[in-house]
């Protein structure tokens, strides 16, 4: 009877034996499949991580391209025979000084529409173009207006009379008020 119940006590030990071997390997391919899962879930950071930089550089790029090409056009716009323009106003200026030299050609007193079929340029241009003659010359040009804003230019050359020197000065104190309209207009 001892005999048996050692065999049944080897039995059970045995059994626990192999059981508790059962949940040590359990346990361990559990912990072996949270650290594959752990590291799986990094890896997956890593390539979100890395999607979102490949996008990211991806936008910069068109951006560069984008950049480029406007600096290309920009470069092929301006002719190589033209000396920069130092400021936006280089064209004012030149289109100013050839309204200056027709008025000194043809002195008289020129509507808007007028100077506008005369230059070649919109009735915006002109405005303003009118405006940088003033300023450019104002012992000869005078700026005036008539009825419902109609703008007058006239050209006085110096050897006009006194009284019409007289008239002008009168009417420089209407043409500052009428270059104040000109800038509201423009």
Do not use: C, W
């Not at 071997?21 to 950071?45: C, D, P, W, Y």
Request: aromatic share 4%; net charge negative; no cysteine.
């Amino acid at each position: 009877m001892f005999e048996e119940l050692l065999e049944v006590y080897k039995k059970k030990v045995a059994e626990s034996e192999g059981e508790l071997q059962e949940r040590q390997a359990m346990i361990g391919l559990i912990m072996a499949v949270e650290n594959i899962s752990g590291m799986l879930s990094t890896k997956q950071q890593n390539v979100d991580l890395l999607g979102r930089l490949i996008d990211q550089v991806d936008h910069l790029s068109k951006e560069v391209a984008d950049l480029k090409s406007q600096m290309k056009t920009r470069h092929t716009r301006s002719s190589p025979g033209r000396e920069p323009k130092a400021s936006e106003g280089y064209a004012m200026d030149k289109h100013t000084a050839n309204l200056i030299d027709l008025l000194k050609e043809r002195p008289g007193r020129y509507t808007t529409s007028e100077l506008v079929e005369m230059l070649g340029l919109n009735k915006t241009t002109v405005i303003s173009v009118m405006k940088r003659a003033v300023d450019m010359d104002p012992s000869h040009v005078k700026l005036t207006q008539g009825k419902r804003r109609k703008l007058f230019l006239a050209y006085i050359p110096d050897d006009q009379d006194q009284s019409a020197k007289t008239e002008a000065e009168a009417g420089a104190e209407d043409s500052e008020r009428i270059r104040l309209e000109l800038m509201s207009m423009t």
